[in-house]
Protein backbone atom coordinates (compact mmCIF):
# COMPACT_ATOMS: atom_id res chain seq x y z
CA UNK A 1 0.00 0.00 0.00
CA UNK A 2 1.52 3.26 -1.22
CA UNK A 3 -0.79 5.55 1.06
CA UNK A 4 -1.31 5.24 5.08
CA UNK A 5 -3.61 2.50 6.01
CA UNK A 6 -7.02 3.90 6.75
CA UNK A 7 -8.97 0.92 9.47
CA UNK A 8 -11.52 0.68 11.56
CA UNK A 9 -10.22 0.16 15.19
CA UNK A 10 -12.80 -2.62 15.84
CA UNK A 11 -10.39 -4.56 13.38
CA UNK A 12 -7.28 -3.96 16.47
CA UNK A 13 -6.48 -6.00 19.27
CA UNK A 14 -4.38 -6.49 22.29
CA UNK A 15 -2.56 -3.12 24.48
CA UNK A 16 -3.01 -0.73 21.41
CA UNK A 17 -6.92 -1.13 21.99
CA UNK A 18 -6.54 -0.20 25.61
CA UNK A 19 -4.61 2.94 24.85
CA UNK A 20 -7.16 4.11 22.28
CA UNK A 21 -9.72 3.47 24.77
CA UNK A 22 -8.25 5.55 27.14
CA UNK A 23 -7.16 8.37 24.66
CA UNK A 24 -10.94 8.65 23.55
CA UNK A 25 -11.95 8.82 26.91
CA UNK A 26 -9.37 11.18 27.66
CA UNK A 27 -10.35 13.10 25.02
CA UNK A 28 -13.87 13.17 25.38
CA UNK A 29 -13.25 14.04 28.98
CA UNK A 30 -10.95 17.49 27.37
CA UNK A 31 -13.02 18.68 24.73
CA UNK A 32 -16.52 17.80 26.06
CA UNK A 33 -17.37 15.69 22.39
CA UNK A 34 -15.49 12.34 21.52
CA UNK A 35 -12.86 12.07 18.57
CA UNK A 36 -13.44 10.63 15.11
CA UNK A 37 -10.43 9.33 14.65
CA UNK A 38 -7.03 8.47 15.84
CA UNK A 39 -3.53 9.19 13.97
CA UNK A 40 -0.64 6.75 15.14
CA UNK A 41 3.22 7.16 14.33
CA UNK A 42 5.23 5.11 16.23
CA UNK A 43 8.89 5.65 17.26
CA UNK A 44 12.05 4.39 16.12
CA UNK A 45 15.56 2.84 16.71
CA UNK A 46 18.23 3.25 14.45
CA UNK A 47 20.03 0.05 14.85
CA UNK A 48 23.10 1.34 12.62
CA UNK A 49 24.21 4.11 10.42
CA UNK A 50 24.08 7.18 13.17
CA UNK A 51 24.23 11.19 12.01
CA UNK A 52 24.59 10.08 7.96
CA UNK A 53 21.39 10.46 6.30
CA UNK A 54 21.68 14.49 6.09
CA UNK A 55 24.68 13.52 4.54
CA UNK A 56 23.00 11.36 1.77
CA UNK A 57 23.86 8.28 3.53
CA UNK A 58 21.73 4.86 4.08
CA UNK A 59 20.21 4.53 7.40
CA UNK A 60 19.51 1.34 8.79
CA UNK A 61 16.21 1.57 11.24
CA UNK A 62 13.35 -0.22 12.51
CA UNK A 63 10.06 1.35 14.26
CA UNK A 64 9.11 0.27 17.41
CA UNK A 65 6.17 -0.62 19.80
CA UNK A 66 6.23 2.51 21.41
CA UNK A 67 3.96 5.28 19.75
CA UNK A 68 2.06 9.08 19.21
CA UNK A 69 -1.49 8.74 19.14
CA UNK A 70 -2.86 11.47 18.48
CA UNK A 71 -6.80 11.45 18.56
CA UNK A 72 -8.93 14.39 16.44
CA UNK A 73 -11.66 15.80 16.01
CA UNK A 74 -12.35 17.63 12.10
CA UNK A 75 -13.64 21.42 13.00
CA UNK A 76 -16.32 23.36 10.73
CA UNK A 77 -13.52 26.35 11.19
CA UNK A 78 -9.75 27.22 10.54
CA UNK A 79 -8.66 26.68 14.07
CA UNK A 80 -6.31 24.64 15.42
CA UNK A 81 -6.64 23.11 19.01
CA UNK A 82 -4.00 21.11 20.47
CA UNK A 83 -3.71 19.83 23.98
CA UNK A 84 -1.70 16.90 25.58
CA UNK A 85 -2.46 13.66 28.01
CA UNK A 86 0.48 14.87 29.77
CA UNK A 87 -0.57 17.62 32.10
CA UNK A 88 3.09 19.29 32.16
CA UNK A 89 2.60 19.92 28.66
CA UNK A 90 0.47 23.34 28.46
CA UNK A 91 -2.75 23.22 25.97
CA UNK A 92 -1.73 25.31 22.46
CA UNK A 93 -4.46 26.69 20.46
CA UNK A 94 -4.28 29.14 16.95
CA UNK A 95 -5.75 29.96 13.08
CA UNK A 96 -4.39 28.18 10.59
CA UNK A 97 -3.77 31.37 8.20
CA UNK A 98 -2.07 33.09 11.77
CA UNK A 99 0.81 31.21 13.06
CA UNK A 100 4.46 31.20 13.34
CA UNK A 101 7.11 28.38 14.38
CA UNK A 102 9.70 30.26 16.23
CA UNK A 103 13.33 28.64 16.79
CA UNK A 104 13.45 29.32 20.33
CA UNK A 105 11.87 26.91 23.39
CA UNK A 106 11.21 23.89 21.07
CA UNK A 107 7.84 23.67 22.98
CA UNK A 108 6.06 20.03 22.30
CA UNK A 109 3.22 21.91 20.60
CA UNK A 110 5.31 23.63 17.83
CA UNK A 111 5.97 19.70 16.13
CA UNK A 112 2.72 19.81 15.54
CA UNK A 113 2.60 23.04 14.02
CA UNK A 114 5.47 21.62 11.90
CA UNK A 115 3.22 18.96 10.45
CA UNK A 116 0.63 20.91 9.88
CA UNK A 117 2.98 23.25 8.50
CA UNK A 118 4.29 20.64 5.91
CA UNK A 119 0.96 19.41 4.32
CA UNK A 120 -0.46 23.50 4.19
CA UNK A 121 2.69 23.89 2.20
CA UNK A 122 1.91 20.89 0.02
CA UNK A 123 -1.85 20.74 -0.11
CA UNK A 124 -3.93 21.02 -3.65
CA UNK A 125 -6.34 22.97 -1.93
CA UNK A 126 -6.71 26.56 -1.50
CA UNK A 127 -5.87 27.49 1.83
CA UNK A 128 -8.96 29.71 2.38
CA UNK A 129 -10.66 25.96 2.05
CA UNK A 130 -8.53 23.95 4.36
CA UNK A 131 -10.76 22.87 8.21
CA UNK A 132 -8.57 23.25 11.40
CA UNK A 133 -9.02 20.43 13.95
CA UNK A 134 -9.02 19.98 17.56
CA UNK A 135 -6.55 16.90 18.80
CA UNK A 136 -5.41 15.53 21.87
CA UNK A 137 -1.98 13.78 22.11
CA UNK A 138 -0.90 10.52 24.14
CA UNK A 139 2.79 10.30 24.05
CA UNK A 140 3.83 6.58 25.05
CA UNK A 141 7.76 7.80 23.64
CA UNK A 142 10.14 8.59 26.24
CA UNK A 143 11.26 12.26 25.51
CA UNK A 144 14.90 13.16 25.23
CA UNK A 145 15.40 9.31 24.40
CA UNK A 146 16.27 8.97 21.16
CA UNK A 147 13.45 7.25 20.01
CA UNK A 148 12.12 9.77 17.60
CA UNK A 149 9.88 11.07 19.37
CA UNK A 150 9.40 14.50 18.29
CA UNK A 151 9.34 13.59 14.70
CA UNK A 152 6.39 11.20 15.35
CA UNK A 153 4.51 13.96 16.73
CA UNK A 154 5.26 15.79 13.52
CA UNK A 155 4.12 12.96 11.14
CA UNK A 156 1.17 12.81 13.03
CA UNK A 157 0.24 16.33 12.97
CA UNK A 158 0.47 15.64 9.28
CA UNK A 159 -1.10 12.43 8.98
CA UNK A 160 -3.98 13.93 10.77
CA UNK A 161 -4.21 17.24 9.31
CA UNK A 162 -4.13 15.53 5.79
CA UNK A 163 -7.08 13.03 6.93
CA UNK A 164 -8.96 16.05 8.00
CA UNK A 165 -8.96 17.99 5.23
CA UNK A 166 -9.36 14.74 2.85
CA UNK A 167 -5.77 15.11 1.20
CA UNK A 168 -4.30 11.82 0.03
CA UNK A 169 -0.85 11.41 -0.51
CA UNK A 170 2.21 8.75 -0.52
CA UNK A 171 3.97 7.41 2.07
CA UNK A 172 7.17 8.56 0.94
CA UNK A 173 5.34 12.12 -0.09
CA UNK A 174 4.30 12.49 4.05
CA UNK A 175 7.81 11.81 5.11
CA UNK A 176 9.33 14.23 2.89
CA UNK A 177 7.12 16.88 3.82
CA UNK A 178 7.52 15.94 7.31
CA UNK A 179 11.06 15.89 7.04
CA UNK A 180 11.45 19.16 5.28
CA UNK A 181 9.06 20.90 7.82
CA UNK A 182 10.38 20.05 10.97
CA UNK A 183 13.80 22.00 9.98
CA UNK A 184 11.48 25.22 10.90
CA UNK A 185 11.92 24.11 14.31
CA UNK A 186 15.73 24.56 13.83
CA UNK A 187 16.74 21.08 13.37
CA UNK A 188 18.91 20.36 10.79
CA UNK A 189 17.75 16.97 9.75
CA UNK A 190 18.33 14.59 7.36
CA UNK A 191 15.09 12.59 6.82
CA UNK A 192 15.33 8.98 8.54
CA UNK A 193 13.26 9.58 11.63
CA UNK A 194 10.01 10.51 9.07
CA UNK A 195 10.92 7.61 6.54
CA UNK A 196 10.80 5.42 8.75
CA UNK A 197 7.99 6.45 10.58
CA UNK A 198 5.45 6.25 7.43
CA UNK A 199 7.69 2.78 5.63
CA UNK A 200 7.88 0.54 8.26
CA UNK A 201 6.42 -2.72 8.15
CA UNK A 202 5.74 -5.54 10.29
CA UNK A 203 8.29 -7.51 10.92
CA UNK A 204 11.12 -5.93 8.52
CA UNK A 205 13.87 -3.70 9.51
CA UNK A 206 14.34 -1.16 6.70
CA UNK A 207 17.41 -0.37 4.83
CA UNK A 208 16.98 3.32 3.97
CA UNK A 209 18.35 5.71 0.73
CA UNK A 210 18.08 8.81 0.56
CA UNK A 211 17.67 11.15 -3.19
CA UNK A 212 15.15 9.47 -4.03
CA UNK A 213 13.49 7.62 -0.80
CA UNK A 214 13.58 4.47 -1.20
CA UNK A 215 13.03 1.21 1.48
CA UNK A 216 14.35 -2.05 1.18
CA UNK A 217 12.98 -4.97 3.65
CA UNK A 218 15.54 -6.38 5.47
CA UNK A 219 15.07 -9.71 7.24
CA UNK A 220 17.25 -9.46 10.72
CA UNK A 221 18.79 -13.12 11.42
CA UNK A 222 17.09 -15.16 13.58
CA UNK A 223 18.10 -15.91 17.10
CA UNK A 224 18.49 -12.72 18.44
CA UNK A 225 16.14 -9.90 19.44
CA UNK A 226 17.02 -5.64 20.33
CA UNK A 227 17.24 -4.27 23.62
CA UNK A 228 16.55 -0.92 24.02
CA UNK A 229 18.28 0.83 27.52
CA UNK A 230 17.36 4.38 28.22
CA UNK A 231 20.66 5.56 29.56
CA UNK A 232 18.68 8.04 31.44
CA UNK A 233 20.89 11.23 30.46
CA UNK A 234 18.16 13.43 28.30
CA UNK A 235 18.75 16.10 25.79
CA UNK A 236 16.26 17.87 23.08
CA UNK A 237 19.04 18.12 19.83
CA UNK A 238 16.74 21.23 18.96
CA UNK A 239 17.30 23.35 21.74
CA UNK A 240 21.26 22.45 21.52
CA UNK A 241 23.34 23.54 18.96
CA UNK A 242 25.36 20.50 19.12
CA UNK A 243 23.59 18.60 16.33
CA UNK A 244 23.17 21.15 14.15
CA UNK A 245 27.21 21.78 14.67
CA UNK A 246 27.49 18.77 13.12
CA UNK A 247 25.91 19.06 10.54
CA UNK A 248 27.49 21.89 9.53
CA UNK A 249 30.57 20.16 10.44
CA UNK A 250 30.07 17.81 7.18
CA UNK A 251 28.74 20.20 5.05
CA UNK A 252 32.11 22.15 5.39
CA UNK A 253 34.03 19.27 5.60
CA UNK A 254 32.21 18.06 1.87
CA UNK A 255 33.27 21.47 0.60
CA UNK A 256 36.48 21.77 1.74
CA UNK A 257 36.79 18.28 0.01
CA UNK A 258 35.33 19.21 -2.94
CA UNK A 259 38.00 22.41 -2.86
CA UNK A 260 41.08 19.97 -2.75
CA UNK A 261 40.26 17.70 -5.28
CA UNK A 262 39.33 20.64 -7.65
CA UNK A 263 35.33 20.41 -7.64
CA UNK A 264 33.58 23.85 -7.74
CA UNK A 265 32.03 23.31 -3.52
CA UNK A 266 29.09 25.93 -4.21
CA UNK A 267 26.48 22.54 -4.91
CA UNK A 268 28.34 20.26 -2.23
CA UNK A 269 25.97 20.20 0.55
CA UNK A 270 26.82 16.91 1.43
CA UNK A 271 29.85 14.37 1.68
CA UNK A 272 27.86 12.02 -0.33
CA UNK A 273 27.67 14.48 -3.55
CA UNK A 274 31.99 14.58 -3.19
CA UNK A 275 32.06 10.33 -3.24
CA UNK A 276 29.77 10.68 -6.12
CA UNK A 277 31.69 13.06 -8.38
CA UNK A 278 34.94 11.47 -7.37
CA UNK A 279 33.72 7.90 -7.82
CA UNK A 280 35.38 6.85 -5.14
CA UNK A 281 34.31 4.03 -2.65
CA UNK A 282 33.13 4.46 0.91
CA UNK A 283 36.22 2.70 2.04
CA UNK A 284 38.31 5.11 -0.69
CA UNK A 285 36.25 8.08 0.53
CA UNK A 286 37.39 7.62 4.57
CA UNK A 287 41.09 7.62 3.11
CA UNK A 288 40.98 10.99 1.29
CA UNK A 289 39.54 12.48 4.39
CA UNK A 290 42.00 10.66 6.22
CA UNK A 291 44.74 11.93 3.69
CA UNK A 292 43.99 15.75 2.93
CA UNK A 293 42.04 16.60 6.08
CA UNK A 294 43.94 17.38 9.54
CA UNK A 295 43.50 16.49 12.26
CA UNK A 296 43.77 19.81 14.31
CA UNK A 297 40.17 21.37 14.61
CA UNK A 298 39.77 23.95 11.72
CA UNK A 299 39.32 27.80 12.82
CA UNK A 300 36.49 29.64 10.55
CA UNK A 301 39.37 31.88 9.20
CA UNK A 302 40.61 28.83 7.94
CA UNK A 303 38.09 27.10 6.29
CA UNK A 304 36.86 30.56 4.51
CA UNK A 305 40.10 30.90 2.98
CA UNK A 306 40.35 27.40 1.76
CA UNK A 307 36.61 27.71 0.18
CA UNK A 308 38.05 31.24 -1.10
CA UNK A 309 35.22 33.52 1.08
CA UNK A 310 35.52 35.93 3.86
CA UNK A 311 34.26 34.86 7.07
CA UNK A 312 31.50 37.11 6.87
CA UNK A 313 30.53 35.20 3.54
CA UNK A 314 30.65 32.24 5.22
CA UNK A 315 28.29 32.56 8.12
CA UNK A 316 26.04 34.07 6.10
CA UNK A 317 26.01 31.99 3.07
CA UNK A 318 26.77 28.71 4.64
CA UNK A 319 26.44 28.37 8.67
CA UNK A 320 23.02 28.27 9.88
CA UNK A 321 21.58 30.87 12.17
CA UNK A 322 22.44 28.61 15.22
CA UNK A 323 26.30 27.42 14.50
CA UNK A 324 27.33 31.20 13.48
CA UNK A 325 28.94 30.87 16.82
CA UNK A 326 30.75 28.51 16.21
CA UNK A 327 34.71 29.28 15.78
CA UNK A 328 35.95 25.96 15.44
CA UNK A 329 35.37 22.60 12.82
CA UNK A 330 37.10 19.34 13.17
CA UNK A 331 36.46 18.42 9.73
CA UNK A 332 38.69 15.07 9.80
CA UNK A 333 37.15 13.13 12.58
CA UNK A 334 33.38 13.77 11.02
CA UNK A 335 34.09 12.87 7.44
CA UNK A 336 36.01 9.78 8.50
CA UNK A 337 32.84 8.78 10.94
CA UNK A 338 30.70 9.24 7.82
CA UNK A 339 32.39 7.34 5.42
CA UNK A 340 32.95 4.70 7.71
CA UNK A 341 29.59 4.40 9.25
CA UNK A 342 28.19 4.51 6.08
CA UNK A 343 29.86 1.91 4.79
CA UNK A 344 29.22 -0.35 7.87
CA UNK A 345 25.35 0.40 7.07
CA UNK A 346 25.50 -1.59 3.93
CA UNK A 347 27.90 -4.56 5.97
CA UNK A 348 24.97 -4.75 8.34
CA UNK A 349 22.74 -5.45 5.26
CA UNK A 350 25.01 -7.91 3.32
CA UNK A 351 25.79 -9.92 6.61
CA UNK A 352 22.01 -9.95 7.52
CA UNK A 353 21.33 -11.44 3.81
CA UNK A 354 23.98 -13.78 3.79
CA UNK A 355 23.11 -16.45 6.12
CA UNK A 356 26.56 -16.57 7.66
CA UNK A 357 26.56 -18.58 11.20
CA UNK A 358 28.32 -15.86 12.28
CA UNK A 359 26.12 -13.03 11.45
CA UNK A 360 25.24 -12.43 14.70
CA UNK A 361 28.96 -12.52 15.96
CA UNK A 362 29.55 -9.85 12.72
CA UNK A 363 26.51 -7.58 13.47
CA UNK A 364 27.41 -7.49 16.96
CA UNK A 365 30.94 -5.73 16.47
CA UNK A 366 29.25 -3.66 14.13
CA UNK A 367 27.25 -2.11 16.44
CA UNK A 368 30.48 -1.36 18.97
CA UNK A 369 32.75 -0.29 15.73
CA UNK A 370 29.55 2.10 15.49
CA UNK A 371 29.50 3.21 19.21
CA UNK A 372 33.37 3.80 19.19
CA UNK A 373 33.12 5.87 15.85
CA UNK A 374 30.24 7.65 17.16
CA UNK A 375 32.43 8.47 20.79
CA UNK A 376 35.64 9.50 19.85
CA UNK A 377 34.89 10.64 15.80
CA UNK A 378 31.61 11.99 15.40
CA UNK A 379 31.96 12.73 19.66
CA UNK A 380 28.18 12.35 20.03
CA UNK A 381 28.07 10.59 23.25
CA UNK A 382 28.08 10.71 26.41
CA UNK A 383 29.69 9.05 29.63
CA UNK A 384 26.74 7.75 31.02
CA UNK A 385 25.55 5.98 27.47
CA UNK A 386 29.40 5.29 27.43
CA UNK A 387 29.39 3.29 30.82
CA UNK A 388 25.99 1.48 29.73
CA UNK A 389 27.64 0.27 26.33
CA UNK A 390 30.90 -0.81 28.95
CA UNK A 391 28.46 -2.35 31.23
CA UNK A 392 26.65 -4.68 28.19
CA UNK A 393 29.61 -5.28 26.78
CA UNK A 394 30.09 -8.95 27.79
CA UNK A 395 26.54 -9.85 28.26
CA UNK A 396 25.40 -9.54 24.61
CA UNK A 397 26.76 -9.71 20.93
CA UNK A 398 26.86 -6.28 20.64
CA UNK A 399 25.80 -3.05 21.59
CA UNK A 400 25.34 1.27 20.22
CA UNK A 401 24.03 4.66 21.07
CA UNK A 402 20.74 5.33 18.94
CA UNK A 403 19.23 8.46 18.12
CA UNK A 404 21.33 11.64 17.68
CA UNK A 405 23.40 10.80 20.94
CA UNK A 406 24.35 12.95 23.96
CA UNK A 407 21.93 10.99 26.05
CA UNK A 408 19.45 8.98 25.58
CA UNK A 409 19.23 5.31 24.73
CA UNK A 410 21.26 2.61 23.78
CA UNK A 411 20.21 -0.42 21.31
CA UNK A 412 22.18 -3.99 22.29
CA UNK A 413 21.50 -6.98 19.96
CA UNK A 414 20.80 -9.93 22.84
CA UNK A 415 20.64 -13.93 21.81
CA UNK A 416 16.81 -14.15 22.24
CA UNK A 417 17.16 -17.13 25.14
CA UNK A 418 19.65 -14.10 27.32
CA UNK A 419 16.87 -11.33 27.11
CA UNK A 420 15.91 -11.48 30.64
CA UNK A 421 19.12 -12.22 32.30
CA UNK A 422 20.60 -9.52 30.22
CA UNK A 423 17.61 -6.77 30.65
CA UNK A 424 18.44 -8.32 34.63
CA UNK A 425 22.29 -7.54 34.45
CA UNK A 426 21.14 -4.23 33.23
CA UNK A 427 18.77 -3.35 36.34
CA UNK A 428 21.91 -4.69 39.03
CA UNK A 429 24.28 -3.22 37.51
CA UNK A 430 23.58 0.03 35.84
CA UNK A 431 20.15 1.22 36.71
CA UNK A 432 19.96 -0.08 40.58
CA UNK A 433 23.19 2.69 41.29
CA UNK A 434 21.86 5.50 39.12
CA UNK A 435 20.07 8.62 41.32
CA UNK A 436 17.70 9.15 38.07
CA UNK A 437 16.09 5.66 37.88
CA UNK A 438 15.06 5.83 41.58
CA UNK A 439 11.47 5.62 41.34
CA UNK A 440 11.15 4.89 37.83
CA UNK A 441 9.13 1.96 36.29
CA UNK A 442 12.64 -0.01 34.55
CA UNK A 443 10.56 -1.93 32.40
CA UNK A 444 9.94 1.46 30.44
CA UNK A 445 13.08 2.41 30.38
CA UNK A 446 14.98 -1.31 29.59
CA UNK A 447 12.77 -3.45 26.96
CA UNK A 448 12.94 -5.62 24.22
CA UNK A 449 11.49 -4.91 20.73
CA UNK A 450 10.62 -6.18 17.46
CA UNK A 451 10.62 -4.53 14.36
CA UNK A 452 6.83 -2.78 14.64
CA UNK A 453 4.58 -1.23 11.81
CA UNK A 454 4.35 2.61 10.26
CA UNK A 455 1.85 5.10 10.74
CA UNK A 456 -2.20 4.52 10.08
CA UNK A 457 -5.14 5.97 10.98
CA UNK A 458 -7.78 4.05 12.92
CA UNK A 459 -11.41 5.37 12.48
CA UNK A 460 -13.59 5.14 15.83
Known amino acids: M????????????????????????????????????????????????????????????MAIDQEILMAVKPRQDQHLELSNVNP??????????????????????????CGVKGIMENSSKSKN???????????????????????AVVCAAALAFAHVNGLVYKKQELAD???????????????????????????????????????HDTKLPSGAVFVIAHSLAEVNKAASSLFNCRVMECRLAAKVL????????????????????????????ASLAGLYLHDDPYSKEEVSKL????????????????????????????????????HRVWQFRDICNSGSVTALQELGQLMFDSHSSCRDL???????????????????????????????????LVPENEVKSFIDHLKENYYKNLPTA?????????????????????NL
Request: net charge negative; with cysteine; charged share 20%.
Open 307 to 342: LEMTESQLENKILSENTKDVNVFKLRQRALHVFQEA
Open 258 to 285: ARIHGINPDSMTRLADVQFLLNKTLPEM
Open 438 to 458: RGRDLDEIVFATQPGSGAAIF
Open 2 to 61: DTPPVVPVDSLEGSLIEKINFLTKDFEKKYGFPPEFIARVPGRVNLIGEHIDYCGYAVFP
Open 378 to 412: YECSHPQLDNLVEVSRNHCLGARLTGAGWGGCMVA
Open 129 to 151: KLKGLSARIHGLISPGAGLSSSS
Open 88 to 113: AYEDYSCELMNFDIDKGVPHWFKYCL
Open 177 to 215: YCARSERYIGTEGGGMDQAIAMLATQGTAKLIEFNPLRA
